[in-house]
């Protein structure tokens, strides 16, 4: 028995997420696999809909002060917690400073930087009190920002915003995410946690929009084999994925038709380069690392077409934005691999004598696999030896986010809002979180920060740009590919909307028998 109803009367879906999370704090979550499970425990004060356009989540409306700096949202009267609670302005404020608590050292912290005084409470340099968050009273909360924010309704969406319930976390420590302990705001609570099987979520009957949920329950099934997930889809043992094994796309187009989808995606594939250690400290190395890579190779044979190869560092699609590209683009892959055999001997490696030696390490999946052995390969042609070394999605970004040692990694960048600087501001020095190769340009630091402050959006835009070409310019990142997103969807699974986020909420989805 479940939710008050005989087993066989549950509508169930079995959802392949394509990593096991490391956790399941909204406020200290970082990859989009844990996001997917986020998005149907909680609810921000605004949320994606079916085709991932801002709507109306706890908050029922809002308004802005004429200079865009003061935002007040109104709070839904039906808004409640999984254990029947009401969800209060002040779960808003509290949660908000928890987040950005300097002791709480969470990664995500700096995307709340727009709000007012945030960076300042978030590097103590300001108590918590001092941020820009107040509860007029249950209903009503205010924020203030540092500067107008173009994006700021979509980055409410994000789960860095989510409310968390106060009195489950200040009962049970970090304890507080385990089933039974839990209690979230979102259409799902947490039933059941079993690491590297499964995650079962079940409707929550508080949710303001329950009877809008048509599915009782979804199992979050951990599936980082590629090939192994396609199998499961095929003999129904789950009705979704969200990607799949690119060398059998051809098989797949085939076999599963319309099952198979594929749309466009904001995001970035690329190699983070240690610049922390010699010789990926010298510019010369990261760029001939890069010149060498034959993306169109990559995009084509490793992955099938399913991707495009990326030349900058911000995808294509952020309206009037010009993306930059490398000023080698127009060169010959031979040209490219001649100027970089020509900057490595600048830098005194030689494919005769001194050879460079470097490390890939990738996080487990055929793709990711397939991707460093080519790239090994391309980088023998100049001279460098590769070596690979992988671990699973978990431990992978675990490693660099905690600043583990390694010479070049795997990673990417999946758009939280639909703006250019949420790619931008990877690159800043102060991004603890995710500036993964430790790279420190303060020119750069100083034209994105500037962009914060400009009002006339063309200004920003092309002061954003500008920090582009010096980020591309320098190579700390390695563009590799931009994403279109790969999703295995059964016949009976409706609802599912294609959109540039890739965001799927199960509350929108229905199954058919």
Known sequence: MALGLPAQALTVYDRG??????????????????????RDLFEGLTAHDAHANVAP???????????????TFTLRPDARWSNGDPVTAEDFVYSLRRILDPTFAAKYANLLYPILNAEKVNKGEAPKEALGVAARDSRTLEIRLERPTPYFLELLTHQTTYPVHRASVERFGRDWVKPGRMVTNGAYRLAENLPNDHIRLEKNPFFHAASEVAIDVVNYVP???????????QTAEIQSYDDVPAEQIAFIRRTLGDQLRIAPYVGVYYYAVNVRKAPFADPRVRRALSMALDR?????????????????????????YAPVEASWRSMSQL??????????????FDPAGKRLEVEIRYNSGENHQNTATAIADMWKAIGVDARLINADGKTHYAHLQNRGDFDVARAAWIA????????????????VGFNYP???????????????????????????????????????????????????????????EDNVMDIHPTRYLRLEP
């Open 17 to 38: 997420n394509a990593a096991e999370p490391e956790t399941l704090d909204p406020h200290l979550v970082s990859t989009v696999q844990e996001a997917n499970l986020m």
């Open 223 to 233: 599936l980082e084999d590629r090939g192994a997930a396609l199998r499961r889809f």
């Open 416 to 431: 939280d809002y639909r703006d250019p600087q949420n790619f931008l501001f990877l690159g800043l020095s102060d991004n």
């Open 57 to 71: 989540g706890a908050a029922e409306r809002w308004e802005a002060s004429d200079d865009g700096r003061t935002w």
């Open 438 to 496: 430790g790279w420190n340009s303060p020119p750069y630091d100083a034209l994105v920060k500037a962009s914060d402050a400009m009002a006339d959006p063309a200004e920003r835009l092309a002061t954003l740009r500008k920090a582009e070409a010096i980020l591309v310019d320098e190579q700390p990142m390695i563009p590799i590919l931009f994403y279109a997103s790969k999703a295995l969807v059964s016949d009976r699974l409706k609802g599912w």
């Open 296 to 320: 169109e190779f990559i995009a084509e044979k490793v992955w099938a077409g399913t991707m495009l190869p990326a030349y900058g560092w911000v995808p294509p699609g952020f309206d009037g």
């Open 335 to 348: 040209e490219r691999e001649d100027a970089a055999l020509a900057l490595l001997k600048e830098a005194g």
